[in-house]
């Protein structure tokens, strides 16, 4: 085994991994990558088809990116946001600010106020701690502030996040941890028991049958939690697409509808747009080869985030993944002035918002940031990304000959496949048959890596893949499916 290789079977310790079935292999040890290809240290090429989990955007080595982190090595790495303010965090604020808010309100943005950390699970630490004092602050401190979330939900790994998911699997141990929220049923059109249309070979959202109960069902939950006397203070949400829920994508007019639901009861929004923002789910606009033709009135900026592309402002707008390009850890909770405005106050009346990290407004990370947002903007990259999203829904299609594959989410850039055992009937494979994992097991030996979410494969392509990178990842999916059942 490569010494390295043994070095990691030795001492390292890997996140959401039965290390024993992990010591029975030998790792892929990545040592390089470029656009869409990371190479191991024996020199074989891989497809990097979930973007590193979900971070990158650009592909790796950017050579905008890549400068801009050592323009910015050679003035400083990191200084402390505690008592100083630093070059690239001011600018990285404003940049988010005016992405987040769209271009006809920028005089008064609504999200005007950026609190830097490190990673997805601390922004939505502090949306949520925010959230938790301003509701106190303006209800009464005597209020127990509540939130709600949406079923299957993920938000990260630290308690407070724990306490806001709802994945059994994840979050069952540490019960006697956690606090007490409420969670309302997500939108999984696929599995749904008020869908009352037979499986079709198309993404279940087109041809569903229902009445939105799932609609009804917020409301309800809304409904009485009034009645407690206690409304929430907070609705938590992934907007458009739950990720790690298993890539459920939300039908059109839902979110719409249920943030309506939750601002009528006085409800705060946190929008988790950790692997949905930065352009993740989608461009509007009619591709012919070289032109775009932009098809919604809002400016480009505002649809960098899923709440943008339908026209939602909430809260607390909370990023991560993305924001960097997926080259460094950093994080960010957008809010508004009326909640900085109740952490102001005398000194002595400690309004102060006592949180914070060490590497908060870190000056690699936000040079990266805005090396990356940069790109985002220029026009090259909205046609890139609305041709790969265009390719993406051709080649998927693809996939619906096969009898293993129930249901096919796309919403922008990225895809959940989810594995059956059978199409008519939905059956799904019990966890412990690995189905997952055997596919995607058998993509990284045709050269393509990605994980699953339970029997969901996810295809989440960085976005300078070509067409016939996504050909080969999709093809590695389907022969994969093949081999496996
Ligand atoms: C990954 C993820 C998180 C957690 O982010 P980390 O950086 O892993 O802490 C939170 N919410 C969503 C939607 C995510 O996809």
Sequence with gaps: MNPLAQLDHAHVWHPFTQMRDWLRREPIVIASGKGAVLRDIHGKDYLDANSSIWTNLHGHQHPKINSAITRQLKKISHSSALGFANEPASLLAETLVSAANSK?????????????????????????KLAYEFTRRTRGKLVKPRFLSLDGAYHGDTIGAVSLGH??????????????????????????PFNRAKPERSDARKYR?????????????FAAQKKKNNSYAAFVFEPLMQGAAGMIPQPSGWLGQVTEIARSHGALLIADEVMTGFGRTGVTCHVDDKTIVDVSEKPMAAKLFATGRVGIVPDFLCVAKGLTGGYLPMAATLTTQR????????????????????????????????????????????????????????????LWTLPNVGDIRQVGLVAGIELVKDWRTREPFALRERAGIRVCEAMAKRGVLTRPVGNVIVLMPPYCTTREQLQKMVSALREAVKKSF
């Design 104 to 128: 006809l309100k920028t005089q008064n943005p609504k999200l005007g106020k950026v609190f830097y950390s490190d990673d997805g699970s601390t922004a939505l630490e502090v949306a949520l």
């Design 209 to 221: 049958k229902c009445n939105w109960e799932c609609v009804g069902l917020v409301e309800k939950k």
């Design 167 to 192: 994945i059994d699997l994840f979050h069952k141990a540490y019960g006697g941890m956690l606090f007490a929220t409420n969670k309302v049923m997500s939108p999984y059109c696929y599995r749904c």
């Design 339 to 398: 909640v900085f405005d109740a952490f102001l106050g005398e000194y002595e009346e400690f309004k102060t918002f006592f949180h914070g990290h060490s590497f908060t407004g870190n000056q690699l990370g936000a040079a990266a940031a805005l090396a990356s947002l940069e790109i985002l903007q220029t026009k090259q990259s909205v046609l890139q990304r609305a041709k790969l999203q265009k390719q993406l829904h051709e080649e998927l299609q693809t």
